[in-house]
């Protein structure tokens, strides 16, 4: 019987929070935690040959709670030109790792259940370095997706605010409720979560 295929797992958290406003929007409170610490902890016991969370700077307010919960924060110097930067980044991590792919998570979409999670990962192990699965609400695909070994030097030439956007186009699609799907991109956003 073949090994398990060694995934990792990079959670994004270097946004600006631009349509936020002046806070940072990973420090609002959602469900009684931090909103950036909450996939973090969904994805704490997930079997991952390596975690990291791509940050803006290595001392945000979620640092030491990403750290509690078994990942590496990665500072993304460049954050600033955008979430493409972030992706080059952790597929440039788990190129350097050696492992055989990588999910890649968002920290404001904080709802994705971990059920979600495993049937990503599930399906990413079975098609191996060809992997290429993304999450579905309806006809919307978007993160989180899951990236075999084969695109990760696409993934590592990223820029911009592009990321890995032309690769879910291609995608295999697993299918999620659209309320566990949300971006927390704004205030109304944020409450819209509150009532989930």
């Known amino acids: ?44 016991d997930m079997p991952f040959a390596q975690r990291w969370v791509i940050a803006a700077r290595a001392d945000h307010p979620c640092a030491s709670s990403w750290q509690a919960s ?6 993304n110097p460049q954050a600033a030109s955008g979430m493409g930067t972030s992706v080059a980044l952790a597929a440039t991590l788990a190129l350097d790792a050696q492992v055989d792919g990588l999910l890649i998570a968002l920290a404001d979409m904080p709802l994705v259940p971990a059920g979600h999670y495993h049937a990503l990962i599930a ?5 191996g370095a060809a992997a290429l699965v993304a999450s579905a609400a309806g006809s919307v695909r978007s993160p989180p997706a899951a990236f075999g070994r084969d695109h990760l030097n ?7 605010d592009t990321g890995g956007r032309a690769l879910l186009g291609q995608a295999e699609l697993i299918a999620c409720a659209p309320d566990r799907l949300i971006d927390i991109d704004d205030p109304q956003a944020l409450e819209q979560a509150r009532k989930l």
């Open 70 to 75: 078994g990942f590496t924060v990665a500072v």
């Open 123 to 127: 399906r990413a192990g079975q098609l």
């Open 154 to 160: 696409v993934l590592a030439a990223s820029q911009g």
């Open 1 to 44: 019987m073949a090994d398990a295929p060694r995934l990792a797992v990079a959670i994004l958290a270097a946004g600006q929070s631009s349509r936020f406003g002046p806070a940072d929007k990973l420090t609002a409170c959602l469900r009684g935690q931090r909103l950036g610490e909450l996939a973090c902890r969904t994805l704490a």
